[in-house]
């Protein structure tokens, strides 16, 4: 069984310890040595020089003078202190025998048992058997394992003790995925954070990108909604660095340009982020930062069946209080008043509207209560089988999840299937293969109206109008048909979009016979992506009221009208892309002399990209009976079709050194082609180096700064670029109008062509020159560990049209130009803490990320006063009129420079420069933006006994937005602008009267009224579990079920906004909202 | 790796090269110039900027009141959300010039001939005048770009005179007469479109506010830029009656219907009709509109946007009462609210007037299923029915209607010209053309530049021309001077109503401070019992005017960009 036992190896060390032996076999050989503290002498050196020499017999020879044992288990090598032979047995011995595991069952072969305070101890064989003779009852068995918790157990009068080691999630950080390969923690001199799959998975989110804020360092993750299908958050590393496009770029097992949002979260073993130089292996595209992320695989051991089930419940986080409808009837008054118009509603109307004394005439309408329903379903179900054998590993994953929509009787739904299997073979000693294949089916299912369209329409609705009768049929819509009761169900047609998604990887892994250290990976991709989307789009019917007239009884009589459309449409998209992508790498490790450790890296790829799509559309359909295109009549009968190609060529590598794993160095590369540029200036070369320093190592460190445990100093500096822009701006293009022209008495139709941007042959890449320092501590022995990093952005070739500065008289539409420069700086940290209180588990993560940025230099109009000038000022720092308050009186008016037509009650814009008009001049730039300068999180997990509760806080604080509603005679008023209201004999010195829509100046002009800081703390996440005594669990065949409840945005502190969340991105309420979801889940292991 | 493996070229679009060695690629060129012609079915429209309607948007005041800046001009700001004006905005009009100088540049580089390109050098010859003729009557002169910039060219250019600038326009419209065929097409610029454009921009050029030596300005230090400095108005009235008369004299348009309807129901439906066809003889220049291919709700869809509430429309750009008022009676004297006419202000009117406008009591289309039941007979509701206890019950189409109040009137009217009453508007999009230039309008300008010169009786007999066609008597014979000014001004009101003449006909006449006032609206009651309707004249809507509103303000944003510009008069 001891294949690797058979392996001869290699060694040359002069002057080392055993420990450093130890190291260095790892090093060239697939052998792990596992071994305590203190168990190898420290002061005896060896000079080695041996070839070719089995490892037992050179082991053998090696320990022959020591008391030390060693056992070889596969590729793990434990070394113990041999028992003392001549120790005075106790009179009573016991022994005591079991299994360890992990939490999910799989036994844990190499683990080590030791009776506490003695060095007696044994190893767990290849099923995680053990057995071990101890004192006695009151022996304390120390059960540890590399990667895994240490456990204490008191023997007492069991003789069997099967033990679960617990994940150590600080132990998994050990090894951080980073581009094209993986590196030791402490041996990383670049600045990259990362996250386990399994912190990921506990968000009951539908959508991983939303689970991702605050529990990385340095990623700034804004919410955009919650709507089923298009929930995804805006990831920013390390916050905006350009003015030009800011997405990072995913990598997912490698390949870029896959979705990280529908991955299926219990896939994902982690999630890697590279902040800063150690990027530029990814070159052009890079200068955002890169997420990597890794699915799990298979591992050595018996089938391990998971299923996991989930159940949430969402609804909004928030719902904008509206006016109701006798507030509303007061504020339209006001607005005849002020028109000297005469007033539209009398006092007794709006009493009749408050007490709801005529349901039929005088309705008062909770839109958002009639068209949501208080909680909405989510679901999401997993089964998983995991394990392997020496020659082939297996992690098969299939998973269904379901999220409704808010509405009731929603026509919102998303449904998504996935299917992973990442097989694993080892063909022979030389050559692994890996075969990686995704199926994702995504459902998406909409009414035909938008969801911005309906929440829209929720704002607007008039809370005296009804959205149902009194006698359950549905009102009257404020245009369009556009009741929103009606909007968000099945009865407007439907659209439903389905997307296929086939993500497959072939790969192998061959060590290069006879060139020790040096290993070839190829691996081919093919991606493919299908999306087939259907609009049905069919008449609805609405009631109104004409005259309010009645019947013989004295009913209402109500008409049905027909909405929307005369006669049902029906439109039909279809997109194809496929990518292809082709890799080598070389990877050649090697160790010099004793201390000089080399990895080298270099490789090349290709990858294509290119798709089709074309569409369909029909109207005057027999019958909406049939919703096919064959059914729908030919008048007026539309299509068209487009295609993109893309190519990328990439040759990049790695350079790592070591010196005693004390003084490090890192040199990354990548030179780049790209399709986006012209032939003279495709390729592009981005270097990035790293150094770092394990000050701790030095021999002073341990007597001078004990309680530091482990202390690395990081620098980095390193350049990459950001291609994303629209290719081939250095073409004279011509582009089709979507438009026809109709001639010839509206009898031809025909295409028409026009300019495209200006050619640019000189368009390059935006160039970031990252600057890093970073400072890795670990204190308590590893138990509070900091991470502490200083960044420094330069952004300069920024991709950017000179709009502001070349006169429209041009007529140019202009390309972008590389004249734009921004910096960006700030820190991020990480603070972890673990620790144990009796058999209470803690951990605790503090991080958080501050960043400042400034635009250096772009594309200013000449004439431009100082103070508008956005140079110097952070990346979307808006121009704004400063409200500095409310005019009282005509008088105030007079005495201050006003806007022509101000009245009693309108903001006060301040005179900012001074010259006694009012006018755009007097805007200033303003610091504001919607990316918050400040985002952390802290994550709070604890285990007691059988229990496991994780929190997850989470705040940005630095982000602003800016609020408009559609109020005025065809939309309703926040219920916060009716109280806080100007009104003559309310007079408020700080909101505004009453306005209708955007007719005054104040609602019409940016300006500071409208602006609110967006800080916010909240409750993100947090997951309460219980797992079933083993005993329990054992008699029915199971070997771990845990049940547990959690909650995603539970709770929300932000003091500046009420009506909206925090996170929003509109603030207009316009999109659909985000979700609070309370969830309960089971997960069962065979 | 191959090495022609990066080569990939774009699969949505055409190179340079292709576009310009082959001719139905550069007509696709030139028939996207045409797209960036002004389309006057939109959701807001210049009428409203005028005293003959109102649009019920808030937001358009700034404009009204004459409170506009170099910082805000509302809906005229080429980055408004409102896309209406979009296609007459600073931006648009000189991005559609380049489009024009490319073709030039480019053809002549290519070496393409043949009669094709020789047809649409002419258009675009026509279509720059266009263009001019837009930022002409909006700014006066303007910096003449005749030149496809390239990227690193200098950009900053000065405004010209307002007499270059208008020389400069004569010269194309002259260029596009001489290389256009006489007729063809009406969607594409014929020798008579350019005439007929000459014509109106002569006549322009002609006006007392570009003749009146910046009067009105308070001592603007450029007044080249804003009208002529020198020369002789009567020269100018002359040139422009040159104009008119040589697209008379081209013999190939006649007034729609002919010039003697046999009743004043004929002539009704003449002038109805002249609107709802895709083109009839006395069309010279019309432009269809893509609304397939147009999803977006701002999309020209006159019936929708303009229609009763009742009808599920928008009731957008309401006739005022001054222009109600302004149709005559059928004999041709003047409606006044003090004569026997006002007891049925409705009847004995200028049949333009059933034509033009919905009001209380017309007749118009059956009602949507929803309201049909309330009105089955499709008869336009802006009063208000008092009932047997002294209440009213408000009409369908009023601003107190159960169907979608807020899209009521608040004059008491709905525009009826141009919208087809065989289309339900709340689904459908009408696809009329817009008529760019008619030749109603040639004979009218023909008129004006007689009068001016003081050819009354030659004027009478134009002028009688179009509203014998409307079924309205000649002028009185002993009708002349100002009254016979008056007239014709009421006329062209009247006739070209809302076909984006009186924004500009009242600014260079100089009238806009007398006529741009109060918006006055009507109330009118039913009451209960009888057949009597109360009428009652209200304002509804506060307007006020300033002489800087004679032409627009160069937005603050260009001025900073190009140090050489100067502003108008009073921004």
Not at chain 1, 296 to 310: C, E, L, Q, T
Not at chain 2, 234 to 249: F, S
Not at chain 2, 393 to 414: C, F, H, V
Request: proline residues 4%; negative net charge; aromatic residues 14%.
């Amino acid at each position: 069984k001891n294949t690797y036992s058979q392996n001869k190896i290699d060694i040359e060390i002069y002057q080392g310890t055993l420990q450093q032996v130890f190291q260095k076999i790892e090093k060239n050989t697939e052998f792990i040595f596992f071994y305590k503290d203190g168990t190898l002498p420290e002061n005896d050196k060896f000079t080695i020089n041996k070839k070719g020499i089995e490892l037992n017999l050179f082991l053998d020879d090696l320990l022959k003078d020591y008391s030390i044992g060693y056992k070889v288990d596969d590729r793990q090598v434990t070394v113990y202190k041999k028992p003392i032979e001549n120790r005075v047995k106790k009179a009573l011995q016991f022994t005591v025998t079991g299994t360890i595991t992990d939490e999910t069952g799989l036994p844990l072969s190499g683990a080590t048992v030791v009776e506490k305070g003695t060095t007696n101890g044994t190893q767990a064989d290849f099923d995680g058997n053990f057995s071990i003779d101890v004192a006695g009852e009151d022996a304390t068995l120390v059960v540890s394992f590399v990667g895994y918790s240490t456990q204490e157990v008191l023997v007492g009068s069991q003789s069997e003790i099967d033990i679960v080691l617990n994940e150590d999630t600080a132990a998994l950080d050990e090894v951080v995925i980073v581009g094209y390969g993986v590196q030791k923690k402490e041996t990383l001199t670049g600045a990259v954070a990362g996250v386990g799959g399994e912190e990921l998975a506990q968000a009951p989110v539908t959508n991983i990108s939303q689970g991702v804020a605050g529990r990385i360092p340095g990623v700034v993750a804004i919410s955009n909604g919650g709507e089923p299908g298009y929930d995804g958050a805006t990831l920013r590393i390390r916050g905006l660095s350009t003015f030009g496009n800011a997405a990072p770029l995913v990598v997912v097992d490698g390949v870029p340009g896959r979705s990280l949002e529908r991955i299926d979260p219990s896939t994902i073993k982690n999630v890697s982020v590279l902040k800063d130089a150690s990027a530029a292996i990814y070159g052009a595209q890079a200068a955002n930062g890169v997420i990597l992320v890794t699915t799990k695989r298979g591992k050595v051991g018996a089938p391990n069946i998971k299923f996991s089930y989930n159940h949430g419940i969402s609804r909004p986080t928030v719902i904008p209080e509206m006016a109701n409808a006798a507030e509303y009837a007061t504020l339209l008054n006001e607005v005849d008043g002020y028109n000297d118009a005469p007033l539209r509603f009398t006092e007794d109307d709006i009493q009749a509207y408050r007490d709801g004394s005529d349901p039929w005439r005088y309705p008062d309408t909770d839109w958002y209560e009639e068209t949501l329903k208080p909680w909405s379903a989510q679901t999401y179900g997993n089964v998983s089988i995991n394990g392997g054998t020496e020659k082939m590993n297996y992690f098969v994953s299939l998973s269904h999840r379901y999220q409704d929509g808010f509405y009731e009787n929603s026509a919102t739904n998303y449904n998504q299937y996935d299917l992973r299997t990442n097989l694993d073979f080892n063909i022979n000693e030389y050559l692994d293969v890996y075969i990686n294949t995704t199926g994702r089916f995504e459902d998406r299912n909409y009414p035909t109206r938008s969801a911005e369209n309906i929440f829209r329409m929720l704002m607007r609705s008039r809370p005296n109008s009804h959205a149902y009768w009194p006698n359950g049929m549905p009102g009257p819509d404020i245009e369009y048909g556009d009741n929103p009761v009606v909007i968000s169900t099945d009865a407007t047609g439907y659209s439903r979009d389905k997307r296929y998604v086939f993500n497959s990887d072939f790969g192998v892994n061959l060590k290069i016979p006879g060139v020790e250290g040096l290993t070839f990976r190829g691996n081919a991709s093919i991606d493919k992506n299908f999306r087939f989307d259907k609009d049905w789009v069919t008449p609805w019917y609405l009631y109104s009221w004409p005259e309010q007239r009645v019947d013989e009884n004295g009913d209402p009589i109500l008409v049905r009208g027909k909405k929307g459309y005369e006669d049902p449409r029906l439109t039909e998209t279809m997109d194809d892309s496929q990518r292809i992508l082709l890799r080598g790498i070389f990877d050649y490790t090697k160790t010099f002399g004793e201390d000089h450790d080399i990895n080298l890296l270099a490789g090349v790829e290709r990858i294509t990209n290119k798709g089709d799509s074309f569409w369909a559309y029909r109207r005057y359909f027999l019958s909406d009976a049939v919703d096919q295109l064959f059914a729908g009549g030919s008048e007026d009968m539309n299509n068209s079709g487009s295609g993109f190609e893309e190519a990328r060529l990439n040759y990049f590598g790695r350079v790592n050194y070591a010196f005693s794993e004390k003084y490090l160095a890192e040199f990354v590369w990548r030179y780049q082609g790209s399709y986006i540029f012209e032939e003279s200036g495709r390729f592009g070369f981005f270097p990035g180096v790293s150094l770092g320093y394990v000050v701790s190592k030095e021999k002073f460190w341990e007597n001078t700064v004990p309680f530091i445990s482990f202390a690395k100093i990081r620098a980095s500096w390193g350049q990459t670029g950001n291609d994303a822009i629209d290719p081939y701006q250095y073409l004279a293009n011509y582009s089709v109008n979507n438009l026809s022209y109709i001639s010839d008495n509206g009898n031809s139709r025909t295409q028409t062509l026009f300019e495209g941007v200006i050619p640019n042959s000189n368009v390059t890449w935006e160039t970031a020159t990252q600057k890093n320092i970073g400072l890795d501590l670990d204190f308590l022995r590893g138990d509070l560990s900091l991470t502490v990093d200083y960044f420094h952005y330069l952004r300069e070739d920024i991709l950017w049209p000179r709009n502001a500065s070349v006169p429209n008289t041009a007529g140019l539409t202009l390309p972008a130009e590389n004249i734009g420069r921004s910096k960006n700086q700030g820190f991020d940290f990480n603070l972890d803490y673990r620790t144990n209180i009796s058999d209470l588990r803690i951990n605790i993560g503090l991080n958080g990320v501050y960043t400042k940025n400034e635009i250096l230099f772009w594309d200013e109009p000449q004439g431009r006063p100082e103070y508008q000038q956005s140079t110097g000022r952070p990346i979307g720092a808006g121009l704004y009129y400063n409200a500095i308050g409310i005019f009282q009186t005509q008088e105030e008016i007079d005495n201050y420079p006003s806007w022509q037509g101000a009245r009693p009650g309108d903001i006060i814009f301040e005179d900012y420069n001074d010259d006694g008009v009012i006018d755009g001049n007097d805007r200033v730039r303003y610091d504001a933006s919607r990316v918050p300068t400040f985002t952390g999180g802290l994550n709070i997990s604890m285990n007691y006994k059988n229990f496991d509760l994780a929190v997850l806080l989470q705040g940005a604080s630095g982000g602003y937005f800016y609020e408009t509603t559609e109020s005025g005679d065809f939309g309703n008023y926040l219920q916060s602008f009716y109280e806080d209201r100007w009104t003559a004999e309310n007079p408020s010195t700080e909101d505004p009267r009453t306005y209708n829509r955007n007719g005054e100046y104040w609602v019409s002009e940016q300006n500071t009224y409208w602006l609110r800081k967006s800080d916010y703390v909240r409750l993100k996440n947090i997951e309460l579990g219980y797992t079933l005594p083993e005993s329990v669990t054992s008699s029915i065949l199971v070997k771990n079920f845990r049940v547990y409840l959690s909650a995603f945005n539970l709770l929300t502190y932000s003091p500046h906004i009420d009506d909206y969340d925090p996170e929003s991105t509109s603030g207009s309420g316009y999109n659909y909202p985000l979700n609070k979801v309370v969830n309960v889940g089971a997960s069962i292991n065979f | 790796c191959d090495k022609d493996f990066l080569e990939v070229k774009p699969l949505d679009q055409y190179s340079d090269a292709a576009v310009w060695s082959d001719a139905s690629l550069v007509n696709a060129f030139v028939n996207d110039i045409y797209l960036g012609q002004q389309y006057g079915f939109q959701l807001e429209m210049l009428a409203s900027l005028s005293d003959i309607s109102m649009t019920k948007r808030a937001e358009v005041n700034p404009i009204l009141n004459s409170e506009i800046n170099a910082s805000y001009v509302s809906v005229l700001d080429p980055n408004h959300w409102l896309t209406s004006f979009r296609n007459i905005t600073w931006n648009s009009l000189y991005l559609n010039i380049r489009s024009c100088n490319v073709f030039f540049e480019r053809v002549e580089e290519s070496g393409l001939q043949g009669e094709e390109i020789e047809r649409l050098t002419g258009e675009v010859h026509y279509l720059r005048a266009n263009f001019y003729y837009w930022l002409m009557s909006f700014y006066g002169g303007v910096p003449i770009v005749d030149q496809a910039y390239q990227i690193e060219d200098d950009f900053n250019i000065a405004r010209s005179t307002f007499e270059e600038t208008i020389n400069f326009i004569v010269a194309d419209l002259d260029a596009a007469a001489a290389a256009l065929p006489l007729s063809g097409d009406k969607a594409r610029a014929t020798r008579g479109a350019a005439l007929a454009l000459k014509s109106r921009v002569l006549l322009y050029a002609a006006s007392d506010l570009f003749n009146s030596n910046a009067s009105w300005t308070d001592g603007y230090a450029n007044p080249e830029l804003v009208g002529y400095t020198g020369g002789s108005q009567t020269q100018r009235w002359q040139a422009a009656q040159d104009a008119a008369k040589a697209v008379i004299d081209l013999g190939i348009y006649n007034l729609y219907g002919g010039t003697s309807p046999a009743s004043p129901q004929e002539a009704r439906e003449n002038y109805t009709n002249l609107f709802l066809n895709n083109g009839n003889e006395e069309d010279i220049l019309i432009s269809f509109y893509d609304d397939i291919n147009d999803s977006d709700w701002q999309a020209p869809n006159p019936g929708r946007f303009y229609g009763p509430n009742g009808y599920h429309n928008w009731g957008n750009h309401t006739p005022t009462q001054q222009l109600v008022d302004s149709y005559e009676m059928i004999d041709g004297t003047e409606f006044s609210w003090s004569g026997p006419e006002a007891e049925n202000p409705y009847e004995n009117r200028d049949p333009r007037f059933y034509a033009s406008i919905l009001y209380d009591g017309a007749n118009w289309r059956q009602r949507p299923d929803d309201v049909s039941a309330a009105d089955p007979e499709g008869i336009v509701q802006t009063g208000f029915f008092e009932n047997a206890d002294g209440t009213f019950t408000p009409g369908l189409d009023t601003r107190q209607s159960s169907i979608e109040d807020w899209n009521g009137t608040y004059t008491g009217y709905y525009l009826r010209k141009f919208i087809d009453p065989s289309i339900d508007h709340q689904y459908e999009t009408q696809r009329l053309p817009w008529r760019q230039i008619r030749y109603a309008e040639v004979i009218l300008n023909y008129v004006e530049a007689s009068l001016e010169l003081g050819q009354e009786a030659e004027a009478k007999t134009y002028l009688n021309m179009i509203r014998n066609r409307a079924g309205m008597p000649d002028v009185p014979a002993d009708e002349s001077g100002e009254d016979l000014m008056d007239r014709y001004r009421n006329e062209r009101k009247v006739e070209l109503a809302y076909e984006q003449h009186r924004y500009f006909d009242i600014r260079r006449w100089m009238i806009a401070p007398q006529v741009i006032e109060d918006v006055e609206g009507i109330r009118i009651e039913h009451q209960f019992g009888s057949d009597d309707v109360e009428y009652q004249i209200m304002e509804v809507q506060n307007r006020n005017w300033q002489n800087k509103s004679y032409l627009l303000p160069i937005l603050l944003d260009e001025m900073n960009r190009n140090d050489l510009l100067i502003q108008n008069p009073g921004y």
